[in-house]
C-alpha cells in the first residue's frame, strides 16, 4: 500500500476509508491548510486555505488561464526559477492536491461512499490543450457543493447526476481507455474523480513532463499478463494502443504480449478490450518488484 493508505487508509486504501468521507473529517483542522504555509505557495505569493483556491481552480480557464498557468510554473526543464517552484511542489501535494490512477471497480467504490449525488463539470485540461469540451470532472462532496455556488452563468454546461449516472458515465470513459483517478484536495479527503488523457491532462503532464511525483500517482495495482490466455490477437494486438504509459510490448516471436511492471501504472484499462480476458489487476502490495514504485 501506499503511504496514502498507510497513513490515512485505516486498514484498507485510502480512498476506501468511509473515515475520509465523514463529517468529522470535513470539519477537522486537516480541511484547512494555508497556502501560504507552504513553500510553494510562499515562492508563488498565492494565499487563502486549500479549498478557497481548488473552488475556483475550473475558472482559470477564463480567468488567467490553466494552461498559462502551469507554463508559468514550468516554463523550462533548466531555468532556475521553475527548478526552485518545482522543488517546493512535492510539499504542496503532499499536503494538498494530487491524484492517483484507480481502475473502474474503485472508481464506481468512490461513487458509493460519497454522499449524495455528484457535481459533474466540462475538463478544464481538455478545453485548454485540447479545445474540447467532455464533461468528466466528477466532483465529489464538498468539492461538488463549493464549485456549483461559485460558478457563474458562463460556465457551462455543467450538472448534478445520482449516483447511478455517475457510474454509467465512468464505464463509458472506461470503454474510451481514460485513466480513472481520485483526486484529494486537502489530503485525505477524495475531492473529485477525474478521467485522464496524456498529453491533455495537467496533472499527468506534471508527473511525465516534469517528474513532480505526487501529482499523478500510480495505482494500488498492477497488471500482468497470462501468457497461456495471450495468443497476440493474431498479430494485432488489441491492447497496446490503450496504454497510456507504453508498458505492453508486442513480440512477434512469442506472437504474445508482456507488461513491465515498472512501466504499468495499474489503471486497469487495458482489460476490457482483450478478448480472452489475459490481462488482470494484482496488488501492487504483492508484486515484490514493484511495491515501492509510485
Ligand atoms: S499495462 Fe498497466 S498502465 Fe498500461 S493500460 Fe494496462 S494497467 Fe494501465
Ligand atoms: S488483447 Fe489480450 S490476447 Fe490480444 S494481445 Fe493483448 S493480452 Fe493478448
Not at 125 to 144: D, I, Q, V, W
Request: hydrophobic content about 35%; some cysteine.
Amino acid at each position: 500500500m501506499c503511504r496514502y493508505c498507510v497513513k490515512w487508509g485505516g486498514g484498507t486504501k485510502w480512498y476506501l476509508n468511509p473515515k475520509n468521507y465523514s463529517d468529522e473529517m470535513l470539519k477537522s483542522e486537516l480541511t484547512k491548510p494555508k497556502l501560504e504555509d507552504t513553500m510553494a505557495g510562499d515562492l508563488l505569493g498565492i494565499k487563502g486555505t486549500i479549498q478557497e483556491i481548488m473552488t475556483s481552480v475550473q475558472r482559470f480557464r477564463y480567468d488567467i488561464g490553466f494552461g498559462e498557468a502551469l507554463d508559468a510554473v514550468f516554463p523550462d526543464l533548466h531555468d532556475e526559477a521553475s527548478k526552485a517552484i518545482r522543488g517546493a511542489l512535492p510539499d504542496l501535494v503532499d499536503m494538498a492536491v494530487g491524484g492517483q490512477a484507480v481502475p473502474l471497480e474503485d472508481a464506481l467504490k468512490i461513487v458509493d461512499l460519497n454522499e449524495g449525488d455528484i457535481f459533474v463539470l466540462p475538463c478544464v485540461c481538455r478545453k485548454y490543450y485540447g479545445g474540447k469540451e467532455k464533461l468528466s470532472c466528477m466532483f465529489l462532496r464538498p468539492a461538488g457543493k463549493g464549485l456549483s455556488e461559485s460558478l457563474g452563468p458562463w460556465d457551462k454546461p455543467n450538472k448534478w447526476v445520482s449516483k447511478k449516472e455517475a457510474k454509467e458515465m465512468l464505464k463509458e470513459l472506461d470503454k474510451e481507455g481514460t485513466v480513472h483517478a481520485v483526486f484529494w484536495c486537502p489530503a485525505p479527503i477524495p475531492t473529485m474523480i477525474c478521467n485522464c488523457e496524456y498529453p491533455i491532462c495537467i496533472a499527468l503532464r506534471a508527473r511525465l513532463n516534469y517528474d513532480v511525483e505526487d501529482t499523478f500517482r500510480k495505482a494500488e495495482y498492477v497488471s500482468e499478463v497470462d501468457p497461456n490466455a495471450c495468443d497476440g490477437c493474431d498479430g494485432t494486438p488489441k491492447c497496446t494502443s490503450r496504454c497510456t504509459f507504453g508498458a505492453i510490448k508486442y513480440s512477434p516471436t512469442a506472437g504474445k504480449v508482456s507488461i513491465n511492471p515498472f512501466q504499468c501504472w495499474g489503471c486497469g484499462v487495458c482489460r476490457p478490450v482483450c478478448p480472452h480476458n489475459a490481462i488482470s489487476l494484482s496488488p501492487r502490495e504483492e508484486v515484490a518488484q514493484v511495491k515501492d514504485v509510485w
